[in-house]
């Protein structure tokens, strides 16, 4: 048991130290902050139609746990994600497998660790509760265990099964990828939506009870709660401040306890049961599982016969005679400089397609011809320009990270030109995004749809470059896919400020969505940010 | 042609990987030789570009590269020690990325490629992803890229790692030959990579210069400091508190112990010819705790 708590603290220390630590830590500060917001700041986290609880240990800390529980199971899962691959790329995985440390014991700690991470996060967001609380002055005595038990009863349960999905979704092979990132957001939208009912299943993320004692203390206060509104819980916008009512916390049955402790429990058998399937870093095994093309050579004996040795040349000398040339075919054809922007273009296009299946193909195809079909037009903006601009999102998400991800910035770190390669990397990015939604465009085309053009037009300069700027910033694939989808569910679900393609429409059929004064303001933003990163990498070497 | 004019780079944290060194470069091979953190990369990666110097200057026939690296990355052939490669990509893509990368012309890149897959040896695995090459293959595919548009300057950082040993002879070789008419500089920890090919080794260790000259000059320098002697082996750990053991072979009447003194170690110790391991293992020796026994050595000199 010491072992495995060494081994996890150790793994946390790991991963506490890389920067992104550090701007995890500042995004939950900044949560803290956004759950509790002034008087006349026009947003809510959690109300109760035009009723909010007044800002005591007990209200704060539960709307701060509450909204940690929500945000953090999504961005969370991308954090602790790479549990196990970091193990991998480093090569530490292949020592630990050496070692008589079992499988089990593996899982654990890295299970341990991820809830460690999560876990700093909830105290961050603790801390923050606190300070959060005295700033406000609503209630200046601060109740530890008021401030506390939401953390420990509804937001740590939902961060271990974070924990453990995060380490499932990397166990399965065809999950570890970004696969596994979008489907993780739909689990996420599902459980953060369907998790606040009544009905859910081992009571969902737990709010139910606390939406009860929120209304008994209305009551109480002589405030009719089926009159003041509906439970909401997550970022709204308010026209006028909200009332006050005092909610001093509540008291968890048994039955509510039991509930937390079996999700914890489901956690950890989700987390433990790869044990049985687990490669141990085992390359063959392990290729295998990922992707047989991935194969090396090293391993496959018949690429000693293929491949002919270098021909030598046996010379033999005479002590003291000169060298004699064994390598007399260095390449002596004169080189010349030209224009190679469209190779350069069709370069970084091979490398962000490579690799992507024939069947990702079909699909684009297929979205092309429904698109040319389906009646009304409309159908075709609002349903099926989503569905075409969410399907490269994997490939999408590579831009910007490439580079590093293949260990190729080694070698291009000493070749000319590195603006011209990032605008040819965001040109593939622009061109894979056309090819993607051509369909919707062309019906747009046909159907004399100009502003719906435009939106199309602006909506594709607009996806490379939040990508490539995403990319060069994090150097991973996760923060596009983390931050798109949110944007993309945002706009298919009606949510018109999102809207960037211009899926929605208004009553007069134009698009509702961003202005494309804001779309091409985001697009410069992005680029600029991107070219600047760039540029600072290059100079700090 | 290449100058590094009192270079130093410190890292963050305070670790200070070069330390005011200073080198000219001309047509011809030098080999960087040194141990393990020497700070032979972190002074490769200064002079290819893809660092820049805490402070100094890197001049490209007067042209101050750190200020302005695009004019020596276009005449520039840099294989590093640690590379990747996209592993989706045949070896003929991913040089064809690269030579536009260059901005070699559609012809010249054409025609090169050609040439140096043949010269590497690749042409039969020209279709397969470099994902299926092994360790050599990648090496071999890095040694292309690194002469793709006929560099005047090679850089080359531990370049026959996961070579065998065919390859690396070749590879040595090949490099001898390319530093005919340019600047080739080699790094490397293991002595035999450079002693067959480079005309001009300089030693470097702790992030300093600590002497540079032909591979005669530096054995001249340990010229009667090399001694053998068949000992005991229960003498053996008191022999290395108090001399610098280069070689030990065991034998049925004894150790076999070649080391570094100027005063024999025992009346039966016989004189030997130093190698050049030998005279590295003096100039290194005398930065990490020897200094009274080789304070006889020259002091280091840049060119």
Redesign the interface.
């Known amino acids: 048991m010491r072992m495995l708590f060494r081994l996890a603290v150790a793994d946390f220390w790991d991963r506490v130290r890389r920067p992104a630590y550090a701007v995890i830590l500042f995004a939950a500060v900044g949560l803290g902050y956004l759950a509790t917001p002034a008087k006349e700041a026009g947003w809510v986290v959690m109300q109760v139609g035009d009723y909010r609880g007044a800002y005591n240990s007990a209200y704060v800390g539960m709307v701060v746990a509450l909204a940690g529980a929500v945000w953090l199971s999504l961005g969370g899962f991308y954090v602790v994600r790479n549990a196990i691959s970091r193990d991998e790329s480093t090569g530490v995985g292949r020592l630990l497998a050496a070692t008589p440390l079992s499988n089990l014991a593996y899982l654990t700690s890295k299970f341990l660790s991820s809830v460690l991470v999560l876990g700093s996060m909830l105290g961050v967001l603790a801390v923050t509760a606190v300070v959060m609380q005295l700033a406000r002055g609503e209630a200046t005595t601060v109740d530890p265990v008021d401030l506390l038990s939401p953390f420990v009863l509804i937001a740590l349960p939902i961060m271990a099964f974070t924990a453990a999905a995060a380490l499932l979704f990397e166990a399965i092979p065809f999950l570890r990828a970004g696969l596994g990132n979008v489907l993780w957001f739909f689990i996420w939208a599902f459980i953060a939506i369907g998790g606040q009912s009544p009905n859910a299943p081992l009571g969902g993320i737990g709010v139910h009870q606390v939406v009860h004692s929120l209304g008994d203390s209305m009551k109480a206060q002589g405030i009719d709660p089926s009159e003041a509104g509906e439970f909401s819980l997550g970022l709204t916008l308010v026209s006028k401040p909200l009332k006050t009512f005092e909610w001093t916390g509540f008291d968890p049955s048994s039955a509510y306890l039991l509930t937390r402790c079996v999700l914890i429990l489901i956690a950890v058998a989700l987390a433990l049961v790869p044990a049985f399937w687990f490669p141990r870093f085992d390359p063959a095994r392990g290729r295998e599982l990922q992707d047989p093309?991935?194969?090396?050579?090293?391993n496959?004996t018949e690429?000693k016969s293929?491949?002919?040795?270098?021909?030598?040349v046996a010379i033999q000398e005479e002590p003291g005679a000169a060298?004699s040339?064994?390598?007399g075919?260095?390449?002596r054809?004169?080189?010349?400089?030209?224009?190679?922007a469209v190779?350069?273009l069709?370069?970084?296009v091979?490398?962000l397609l490579?690799?992507i299946p024939l069947w990702w193909w079909a699909g684009v195809l297929t979205l092309t011809a429904v698109s040319q079909m389906v009646t009304p037009a409309t159908g075709v903006t609002r349903i099926l320009l989503p569905l075409a601009w969410i399907w490269p999102v994997l490939i999408w998400s590579r831009l910007g990270t490439?580079r590093h991800e293949?260990?190729?910035e080694?070698?291009?770190?000493?070749?000319?030109?590195a603006h011209?390669?990032v605008l040819a990397e965001w040109g593939a990015g622009l061109l894979l995004t056309a090819v993607a939604g051509i369909g919707p465009a062309l019906r747009m085309l046909t159907g004399s749809d100009g502003p719906g053009l435009l939106h199309w037009f602006l909506g594709a300069l607009f996806i490379p470059s939040f990508a490539l700027a995403l990319g060069m910033l994090s150097r991973t694939h996760r923060l596009f896919q983390a931050a798109y989808l949110p944007l993309w569910y945002g706009t298919v679900n009606g949510i018109t400020p999102l809207d960037f393609m211009g899926a929605l429409r208004g009553p007069d059929g134009l698009p509702a969505g961003m202005s494309p004064a804001l779309l091409i303001g985001a697009t410069v933003v992005m680029l600029a940010t991107a070219f600047a990163t760039t540029a600072a990498r290059r100079?700090a070497? | 042609m290449l100058e590094l004019v009192d270079i130093t780079k410190v890292y963050r944290g305070g670790k200070r990987a070069v330390d005011s060194m200073t080198m000219r470069l001309d047509n011809g091979m030098l080999g960087l030789l040194g141990p393990n953190g020497a700070g032979k990369s972190s002074l490769m990666?200064i002079a290819?570009?893809?660092?820049?110097p805490t402070s100094g200057r890197v001049l490209f026939h007067g042209t101050d590269v750190v200020a302005k690296?695009?004019v020596l990355?276009?005449a520039?052939g840099?294989l590093?020690q640690?590379?990747?490669?996209?592993?989706?990509?045949t070896s003929r893509?991913f040089l064809?990325?690269?030579?536009?990368?260059?901005?070699?012309?559609?012809?010249?890149?054409r025609?090169?490629i050609d040439?140096?897959l043949?010269?590497v040896?690749l042409t039969?695995?020209v279709k397969r992803?470099l994902?299926?090459?092994?360790?050599g293959?990648m090496r071999r595919v890095?040694i292309a890229?690194a002469?793709?548009?006929?560099p005047q300057v090679i850089?080359v950082d531990e370049p026959t790692a996961g070579l065998d040993p065919?390859?690396r002879?070749?590879f040595r070789?090949?490099l001898?030959?390319?530093a005919a008419d340019r600047v080739v500089m080699l790094s490397t920890h293991i002595v035999s990579d450079v002693e067959s090919v480079a005309s001009d080794i300089a030693v470097v260790a702790q992030g300093r210069l600590l002497r540079r000259g032909s591979p005669e000059d530096l054995l001249a320098a340990v010229e009667g400091w090399v001694w053998e002697v068949l000992a005991d082996p229960g003498d053996v750990p008191a022999l290395q508190q108090r001399h610098l053991v280069s070689r030990m072979v065991r034998t049925s009447s004894g150790v076999r112990v070649r080391l570094l003194t100027h005063v024999p170690p025992y009346a039966t110790a016989q004189q030997v010819t130093p190698d050049l391991e030998d005279a590295y293992l003096a100039i290194v020796g005398q930065v990490v705790g020897r200094t009274q026994e080789f304070a006889g050595l020259q002091h280091p000199e840049g060119r």
Do not use: C, W
């Open positions: 093309s991935a194969q090396s050579a090293d496959r690429d293929t491949f002919p040795a270098m021909p030598v060298r040339d064994t390598f075919n260095v390449p054809a004169q080189v010349k400089l030209g224009n190679s190779r350069l069709v370069g970084e091979r490398v490579q690799g490439q293949h260990g190729v080694a070698i291009l770190g000493a070749y000319p030109a011209r390669r100079v070497g | 990666r290819s570009t893809v660092t820049r690296p695009d990355r276009r520039l840099y590093p640690d590379f990747g490669v996209y592993p989706h990509l893509e064809s990325y690269l030579a536009a990368a260059k901005g070699l012309s559609a012809r010249s890149a025609t090169r040439e140096l043949q010269l040896n039969e695995a992803p994902g299926k090459y092994s360790g293959m890095g890229q002469l793709l548009a006929d850089i065919e390859e002879v070749r070789n090949l001898s030959d390319l």
